[in-house]
């Protein structure tokens, strides 16, 4: 069964507050999944969390992260930023980018975040601008596909990240004259994956690799990066991943694989979906309610405020609040407002009896939620809410208006005012 973290009677009150639509992100569930995650790992002297900026990128949530003790995992200038800005800096903060710009290498080098280099000719414009660092790491991708057992759960052969073997093991030969000491190797090869034989087969891999570039280069591999990946329950069905069996999954390839070898290996994260996904929902009224060849509700948010249905088709859980224990002998479409048919929150989904003026929760929008979010047909962005542990809720991002819809347009001379 799927819970939210609040009820009827106090959403209501929320709402007074704060109209709808908006994202409210739950802090002490954010903090008991970290310490979760930590707690699975503490085998691993030197992990490290790495928190996926894009995933929910809203300062109020990193620095609870970071007080947790996670770092800060970023691929574009202003993630950069917000890691700064919520006192990460150094080793703090690791720069997963790929296609990278100059200036965002530049910016990286100057905060000094561990760089995590996604191609082999990144080598040579990374030593153009913003330099070698001392530490470098760097991604690897298997090609083909990526299985566990007969499933397939991912393509890296088709997948624009990482390097192949042989230019991992050429580059840290590279990196090494550069003036390179200390390597890490890091992989992303599924997403989404609620498989708990995923983090422990990709760590396996990762290892092998550490063992082949010490042994073939002698440059000492000093951690792991196992990325994102793990995934979260989206539908009621589904099963939550062991955290704890993951952890252990890891170690025992790690002991199996690196502690022959004499290696001593920092195994790093860089999970987004994992740490916030549950702890977000998107709440949203029922404004309208239409009969044709099919039943719909309409609602105050749309796939502006939540891509995730539209993009991948993805399924995310509704409640309508203080409905929870009613039959759910409706069919309904529950769509928003874009000139767009695939902006349906749900497609043919059973419900309870809607009235308009309900509050419809959707689930699990606290990773790649307001995040994804856009201003296609003028849509504004919505306002994010922190639910504090002590039940008061916080204002965390207020919603956009037309004025910041406008203020790029520039030296025109039009009249935006409303
Ligand atoms: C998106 C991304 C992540 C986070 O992925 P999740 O699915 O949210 O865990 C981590 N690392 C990199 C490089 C990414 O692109």
């Known amino acids: 069964m799927k819970t939210l973290p609040y009820t009827l009677k ?25 310490r979760a995650l930590k707690a699975a790992f503490a085998w691993n002297e030197g992990f490290k969390e790495y928190y996926a ?8 949530i ?63 414009f990374l030593r153009r ?17 990526f299985r566990l057992g007969n499933a397939i759960m991912g393509n890296p052969g088709e997948a624009k990240y990482g390097m192949t073997r042989e230019q991992i093991l050429q580059g840290v030969k590279e990196l090494r004259l550069l003036g390179a000491e200390s390597f890490g190797l890091h992989a992303f090869l599924a997403s989404n994956t609620t498989d708990n034989g995923y983090y422990p087969r990709l760590a396996a891999q990762l290892f092998e690799l550490a063992r082949e570039v010490h042994e073939q280069t002698g440059a000492s591999v000093d951690f792991v990066n196992l990325s994102g990946g793990v995934g979260i329950p989206y539908r009621p069905e589904e099963a939550e991943p062991d955290i704890r069996l993951i952890g252990q999954g890891v170690q025992e390839e790690y002991e199996r694989i690196l502690c022959p070898a004499g290696m001593k290996v920092a ?40 891509m995730r249905p539209a993009m991948y088709g993805a399924y995310h859980h509704i409640t309508v609040l203080g409905k929870e224990n009613m039959p ?11 000139c767009e048919n695939n902006d349906k929150f749900a497609v043919e989904r059973e419900l309870p009896k809607i009235d308009i003026g309900d509050l419809i929760c959707i689930h699990d929008t606290g990773a790649h939620g307001f995040s994804m979010g856009y201003n296609y047909n003028g849509k504004l962005r919505s306002k994010e809410l922190l639910l504090k542990p002590n039940g008061t809720v916080q204002l965390i991002r207020r919603a956009e208006t037309p004025e910041d819809y406008f203020a790029t347009l520039q030296g025109l001379g039009y009249d935006l005012r409303v």
Request: glycine residues 8%; aromatic residues 8%; proline residues 5%.
């Open 328 to 338: 759910c002998d409706h069919v309904y479409d529950v769509t928003g407002g874009l």
């Open 62 to 124: 990193l620095d609870i992260l970071r007080q947790e003790g996670c770092g800060m995992d970023c691929s574009s200038f202003t993630e950069l930023v917000l890691a700064k800005a919520v006192g990460c800096l150094g080793q703090n903060i690791m720069f997963s980018s790929n296609a990278t710009p100059a200036e965002d290498f530049l910016y990286a080098r100057r905060l000094d975040a561990v760089i995590n280099l996604d191609d082999y000719t990144h080598i040579d």
């Open 53 to 60: 900026v894009k995933a929910c990128p809203n300062p109020a």
């Open 10 to 34: 106090q959403m209501r009150k929320i709402v007074e507050e704060y109209p709808t639509p908006f994202h409210i992100y739950d802090e002490a569930a954010i903090r008991a999944r970290v």
């Open 129 to 145: 601008n913003g330099g070698i660092p001392r530490q470098i790491c760097l991604r690897y991708n298997p090609g083909g596909e």
């Open 267 to 306: 195994i790093k994260t860089e999970l987004g979906r994992y740490i916030t996904g549950p702890c977000g929902s998107l709440v949203t009224t029922a404004i309208h309610r239409k009969d044709t060849y099919r039943h719909y509700i309409g609602l105050d948010a749309c796939a502006a405020n939540l």
